[in-house]
């Protein structure tokens, strides 16, 4: 065989082998999901929530939190916004980071604070103590935080992540409910197109019902996705109850919000509200499926 021929059928064989190869891969990364949500992580932020010490308004903790909250948004391409008034009384803090000014408008949001009296607990001696809050309170911040981590950067919404303070201290002398949303909806300029709250989303025998304030179309959306990916059993078919959360003073206003809250928790304001109680799995259902109705939106 003459050499230039030889050299050819080589130049081909070679070429053949490198397309194959390449296309092995494409078909490997293909049939593997990215991951969109690192649910260690996200509990680790628990955590390391807990470890501050309770998160009630006015505390070390709740400032330490603050601060950490707007570096990670920060690291993470987040504008961020400071918040700062009062209500009824009463001094807020909201932190918010958004990130895009185009198409559709979406605000994620969880409470921060955690209750100042545990008087849920069994123990009477317990209830003059505050609440750890690691499923009430840090779950949802936790979700929020591994989202602004992971979501694209490309997208085109207006994607705000919204962090309430004061929501978790109703029935206490001098406060009320969701005192954070009810100051930021009274700040608020502009309309947006869906609002998503999620508060005591760790529970780790999580089941969501459809809350009953909450915007019925928001919900199908989310149920769908959430049954796309297989969460059929921690996403119920099956109505909840009407519960004041950091939703409502948006529905008031007449803007889709939606609650996804799982109230079926027996640490629920009590000292018990511990890491130990929440699973990093429910934290990726709930992160999986906001990542992926917020990218398919």
Do not use: C
């Not at 979406?106 to 607990?121: E, F, P, T, V, W």
């Not at 300029?189 to 989303?201: E, N, Q, S, T, Y």
């Not at 511990?274 to 906001?290: M, N």
């Amino acid at each position: 065989m003459p050499p230039r021929i030889y050299r050819l059928r080589l130049l081909l064989t070679l070429l053949l082998v490198a397309g194959a190869l390449i296309i092995g891969r494409w078909i490997l990364s293909a049939s593997q999901p990215a991951v969109v949500f690192n649910a260690q992580r996200a509990y680790r932020d628990v955590q390391d929530q807990v470890a501050l010490g309770a998160r009630t308004p006015g505390s070390l903790a709740h400032a330490a939190l603050q601060d950490y909250i707007v570096k990670t948004l920060r690291a993470n391409a987040w504008t961020v916004e400071v918040q700062s008034g009062t209500y009824n009384g009463q001094p807020i803090t909201n932190l918010i980071g958004k990130r895009g000014t185009q198409g559709t408008w979406i605000i994620l949001a969880a409470h921060y604070d955690s209750r100042l009296l545990a008087d849920q607990d069994p123990d009477p001696v317990n209830r003059t103590q505050p609440v750890p809050g690691a499923n009430d309170g840090a779950s949802g911040v936790a979700v929020l935080l591994e989202l602004a981590r992971t979501l694209p950067t490309n997208l085109n919404k207006s994607i705000w992540l919204v962090f309430f303070d004061a929501e978790d201290q109703g029935g206490l002398p001098g406060w009320e409910w969701i005192m954070g949303s009810r100051y930021f909806v009274s700040q608020l300029g502009g309309r947006p197109d869906a609002v998503v709250v999620v508060d005591m989303i760790g529970d780790a025998h999580l089941n969501l019902l459809k809350e009953r304030h909450s915007d019925p179309q928001l919900i199908r959306e989310i149920w769908a996705v959430a049954h796309s990916l297989g969460y059929q059993e921690h996403f119920l078919d099956l109505d909840g109850q009407a519960i004041l959360d950091d939703h409502v003073p948006f529905l008031e206003q007449g803007i889709p919000a939606v609650d996804l809250i799982d109230f079926d928790y027996p640490y629920w304001h009590t000292t018990q509200d511990l890491p130990d109680k929440v699973s990093p799995y429910s934290l990726e259902v709930i992160g999986r499926t906001l990542y992926h109705w917020i990218t398919q939106r």
